[in-house]
């Protein structure tokens, strides 16, 4: 398995690490923090220098229960900081939007992959992301964000997100994009139990079935706060790295995380055990 990104080659013989950027006042974890353009860049920076391989700039917060933005409000955000990374630094950006015009504009300011929790369903999206012809990560949501966390409901939930993640697939290729330019993604916490949660990563490994890179978001989630006494987002960094470390075992190519040194460190000696005699 191989990935091209800003030409740089992913080959996957170590997982990488995708560094998050919330562009978002209302973002679910470091909220307000990150406005700034200032701010964010030195984040950027700080997150280069940690070992991060790819930035995820998202505008739009898809935490359960967030507000929709608009369009201008979601460009307003991230296009001036894609713009600035790319001053300085070659590192693959991937936008993380559901929209095909953020998408489009995102994508010719510098930034070099999709990451679509809509998976494209979008209007636009799909034929967009054709056009582009840049990697796309297919994440499962069920429902939307507004509401997904209401009550989700699976008979058997490993197989109906890989059953989804198939059909996805399926209508990405069939509409154009280069098999080798996709991503999958089991989309923790979107639409899911704690339990479906802990039954997604118990069956982790199921996922690289479907022959391509997987990607995973546990990093400071919901479902950690909930089996550790209600642990605030500031107080789940242990937690985020362990569960990093059981991905990264089950062979999980990309790890979206907010704590890039502690998630490398604890990639690397994974990665030194992974490959000792
Ligand atoms: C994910 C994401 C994830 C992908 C968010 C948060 C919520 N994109 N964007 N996978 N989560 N691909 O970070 O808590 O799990 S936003």
Redesign the pocket.
């Known amino acids: 398995m191989k990935l091209s990104l800003n030409d740089q080659t992913f080959d996957f013989s170590r997982p990488y690490i995708m560094g998050?950027l919330n562009v978002t006042p209302d973002s679910?974890?470091d909220g307000g923090l990150f406005i700034k353009k200032d701010s964010a860049i030195k984040h950027v920076k700080q997150m280069i220098k940690e070992g991060a391989d790819i930035i995820d700039v998202?505008g739009e917060s898809?935490?359960p229960g967030a507000q929709r933005i608009s369009l201008d409000e979601e460009l307003q955000r991230v296009i001036p900081v894609i713009k600035t990374i790319r001053e300085f630094s070659d590192i693959p950006i991937s936008i993380?939007t559901k929209n095909a015009c953020v998408m489009s504009e995102a994508v010719h300011a510098g930034a070099s992959m999709i990451?679509d929790?809509n998976a494209l369903r979008g209007e636009g999206a799909l034929a967009m992301a054709v056009e582009l012809a840049v990697p796309v990560?297919l994440?499962h949501m069920q429902g939307q964000p507004d509401t997904m966390q209401k009550a989700p409901q699976y008979e058997d939930v490993v197989k109906e997100v890989k059953t989804y993640l198939q059909e996805r697939i399926n209508v990405c290729v069939k509409a154009g994009i280069k098999t080798s330019n996709l991503i999958i993604?089991p989309?923790?916490?979107?639409g899911k139990s704690v339990q479906h949660n802990l039954c997604l990563l118990k069956h982790l490994a199921e996922f690289n079935e479907l022959g391509k890179p997987l990607?995973?978001?546990v990093?400071?989630?919901s479902m950690i706060g909930a089996l550790l006494n209600n642990a605030p987002a500031d107080e789940r960094l242990y937690a985020s790295v362990a569960l990093a470390t059981l991905a990264a075992w089950m062979d999980t190519g990309i790890l979206?995380v907010h704590d890039v040194k502690a998630t490398n460190d604890a990639l690397t000696l994974c990665q030194a055990v992974k490959e000792a005699k």
């Open positions: 998050i679910f974890s998202g898809t935490r993380d990451n929790v990560c994440m993604d989309g923790i916490g979107f990607l995973l978001g990093s400071r989630k979206r």
